[in-house]
């Protein structure tokens, strides 16, 4: 295994995760998001950037092992 390319692979990925994260926050600050949308979609946004926060750090952790 080439643990360098490896490396950049995670933290590719990591970054995604990060920028999806990101993106629905940005959707859940936004007061007329959360006022208008049903309570299922707030809900489920939440539990989707809870969902990336995880495997972000598992990344994260994987990354640092690898130096």
């Known amino acids: 295994i080439d643990f360098e390319q490896e490396r950049q692979r995670l933290q590719r990925e990591q970054e995604k995760l990060r920028a999806e994260a990101a993106k629905l926050e940005a959707q859940l600050s936004n ?4 006022s208008r949308a049903p309570a299922e979609r707030v809900n489920e ?16 952790q994987t990354v640092e092992n690898l130096q």
């Open 31 to 34: 007061p007329n998001f959360v």
């Open 45 to 60: 946004l939440r539990e989707r950037i809870a969902g990336i926060a995880q495997p972000s750090s598992q990344l994260q």
